[in-house]
T-cell receptor, first 112, second 114 residues
């Protein structure tokens, strides 16, 4: 089925560990974004991309890296996990800024 | 900078009551897009509606309706005859044409009790 696929769904990390959250879409969308959701704060933009090879920072980029080598994939890297990065992470994609974004099912990350 | 405010953190109603979720936004752009998303207890985000800044017509879809007023920078969402299945967190979001991002409000937790 077409959509946005995020893996893993759940992850527990120790402080200082690194990991990559995977995001893939098969709708040929140019726009892709990563958000984190924390209680009472809505969804906040971490990084976004307007096409392969083009990325930019969002509202809360510190501690995260991204790259976009293909249209389909937009991985999010945590270089050295911190407890403050405990959150639910959503990847989203869209055909354009004026279309509704399609979201993945989310990754629940806990850093201990 | 753009901003979305959902002042109602939590709303609790009894089934069959009507309920309105408020959304107020700020933007400097003259062209922008407003969205509502639903997040049920299962956690996924479900797209409900998109409205562009040039279209102030209200929209109705079944029990859902949306009232867009540029004069007050508001994009409110009404559920008529609420049902238990409407229990969810609802997010209002804004996208400007100058960027490629959605700015979300804090969300409103709606609980519909039987």
């Amino acid at each position: 089925n077409a959509g946005v696929t995020q893996t893993p769904k759940f992850q527990v990390l120790k402080t200082g560990q690194s990991m990559t959250l995977q995001c893939a879409q098969d709708m040929n969308h140019e726009y892709m974004s990563w958000y984190r959701q924390d209680p009472g704060m809505g969804l906040r933009l971490i990084h976004y991309s307007v096409g392969a090879g083009i990325t930019d920072q969002g509202e809360v980029p510190n501690g995260y890296n991204v790259s976009r080598s293909t249209t389909e994939d937009f991985p999010l890297r945590l270089l050295s996990a911190a407890p403050s990065q405990t959150s639910v992470y959503f990847c989203a994609s869209s055909y354009s800024t004026w279309n509704g974004y399609t979201f993945g099912s989310g990754t629940r990350l806990t850093v201990v | 900078a753009q901003k979305v405010t959902q002042a109602q953190t939590e709303i609790s109603v009894v089934e069959k009551e009507d309920v309105t979720l408020d959304c107020v936004y700020e933007t400097r752009d003259t062209t922008y897009y407003l969205f509502w998303y639903k997040q049920p207890p299962s956690g996924e985000l479900v797209f409900l509606i998109r409205r562009n800044s040039f279209d102030e017509q209200n929209e109705i879809s079944g029990r859902y309706s949306w009232n867009f007023q540029k004069s007050t920078s508001s994009f409110n969402f009404t559920i008529t005859a609420s049902q238990v299945v409407d229990s969810a967190v609802y997010f209002c979001a804004l996208s400007e044409t100058s960027g490629s991002r959605l700015t979300f409000g804090e969300g409103t937790q709606l609980t519909v009790n039987p």
